[in-house]
């Protein structure tokens, strides 16, 4: 599944400072369908080349980092249950960087 | 298509509950509400509007410096107050006030942002920096002192630094961009420090108003997550990276713990802050006494204040001079109100958030 994956306010910077990433991401064996907490494990896995604990906390995202699926706040849509779907958008933002 | 389509059948085909007509793109942490975007401008800038009018933050003609960073917080705090003085008439001077505390690679990029911002929303800015106050650039001191206790410095000498700047650009008040968030987190670390006197000033939305230059806090009640998400969809320019010096230890383990709560539930945020402001301290409690530094003038409840302490301190080659427990200590209730104070600053881990 293709997807484009954007990393803001800081994140960048524990995935070699590039902030757009367009990836390939796999469905998992026997998978219908890929979840935000699908991704966020290939995220930590494939990504984040730093400073994981910035990132995450158990599997979600750390309390602090917003999240976007196709500009819309994911805690509309399900947190970790949101579905993706070809070629979604999903931003990732700290907001625990200085003000 | 496609994208609107899939948009669509994610957020349940929720819409926004002020208008009814479009879809929703944000839930607010305040109100726990689902609504779109052209909303959430809508409240988010009104809501603060209407706390500069109640708290009456600003009078008709006044000239007022905007601390800017560069971070998330001024630069949306630069947009949003010069669209209100616009929009609503404040007759206010609007300028941007940097300070350059001499840090390569941190300060000199988020000084960029802020030169932009200084055409994009058309304010005049003004930069001072630590060389030219105190000879001494950030740099220049964590060569000498290393990493402990340069957050100190710095936070000490940011503090005289943006009232030097705002008496250089003659304005009335400063304001500052502390959303709900840190003043939350604020309010926590100055109770687990036993610091009084802070903790019963923290939450005012304006202090230092017997001194020169008084200060506001028009973001008191915005909580972080929407200055983020207006900054985001309205593709402010702002610059997001930690101080390379700052450690933040302390500070750091109050904001993840007020992010916790405020997943579990977003009202906490506020209601710290309604605690911060609710409590009585004791008449028993002696408070330390503001006076003048005897070699600056700045205000400071000892004879020379910290600025001073700590530059000796640099200048003779002995950078200790001004930090460490030689005052005696908070939680020690016998001793007066003048070496409470004393032991306030040294214990910080980064004075970007101090009030």
């Known amino acids: ?99 | 298509m496609e994208k609107e389509d899939s948009k669509s059948k994610k957020a349940g085909g929720r819409l926004c509950c002020i208008c009814n007509q479009r879809r929703a793109a944000l839930k607010r942490p305040k109100t726990l509400e689902q609504i779109c975007r052209e909303c959430f401008y809508e409240v988010f800038e009104e809501e603060i509007h209407q706390v500069i009018v109640e708290n009456q933050l600003f009078k008709p003609g006044e000239r007022i410096a905007i601390g800017a960073s560069g971070g998330k917080d001024s630069t949306v705090l630069a947009y949003v107050l010069s669209e209100l003085n616009r929009r609503h008439n404040y007759s206010l001077d609007l300028f941007l006030l940097s300070i350059d505390e001499g840090i390569t690679g941190y300060r000199d990029d988020s000084l960029e942002t802020v030169k932009r911002n200084e055409i994009q929303y058309g304010l005049p800015l003004k930069i001072v920096s630590y060389k030219d106050l105190y000879g001494w650039t950030m740099d220049e001191i964590v060569r000498v002192i290393g990493l402990k206790n340069n957050c100190t410095f710095c936070g000490v000498f940011r503090r005289q630094a943006l009232d030097r700047g705002a008496s250089l650009l003659k304005v009335d008040k400063i304001a500052t961009g502390h959303n709900a968030d840190d003043i939350a987190e604020t309010v926590l670390l100055n109770i687990l420090r036993g610091d009084i006197a802070r903790l019963s000033r923290c939450t005012s939305i304006t202090t230092g108003e017997d001194g020169p230059i008084p200060r506001c806090k028009p973001f008191k009640y915005t909580y972080e997550k929407e200055i983020v998400m207006y900054a985001y969809f309205k593709r402010l320019d702002y610059f997001s990276t930690e101080c390379i010096y700052s450690p933040n230890a302390y500070r750091g383990f109050a904001r993840e713990f007020i992010k916790d709560l405020e997943r579990i539930r977003p009202r906490a945020i506020l209601d710290i802050i309604k605690s911060g402001e609710n409590f009585r301290i004791s008449t028993s409690t002696k408070m330390p006494e503001q006076g003048n530094c005897e070699r600056c003038g700045y205000i400071s409840s000892q004879k020379s204040c910290k600025a001073c302490v700590l530059l000796e301190g640099l200048n003779r080659g002995l950078p200790k001079l001004g930090i460490g427990r030689s005052r005696g200590h908070n939680n020690d209730g016998r001793k007066d109100g003048k070496q409470i104070n004393g032991t306030s600053i040294e214990s910080k881990q980064c004075g970007t958030l101090d009030f």
Do not use: Y
């Open chain 1, 1 to 99: 599944m293709q997807l484009t994956l954007e990393f803001g306010g800081g994140l960048e910077l524990l995935c070699d400072s590039v902030k757009v990433h367009n990836v390939h991401v796999d469905l998992q064996n026997g998978a219908e369908k890929l979840t935000m907490k699908d991704l966020l494990s290939w995220v930590h896995t494939n990504l984040i080349k730093e400073r994981p604990e910035m990132f995450m906390k158990g599997d979600s995202v750390r309390p602090g980092v917003l999240v976007l699926v196709n500009d819309c706040d994911w805690e509309l849509s399900g947190q970790l249950d949101t579905t993706l779907e070809e070629k979604d958008v999903v931003v990732f933002i700290s907001t625990l960087h200085g003000g």
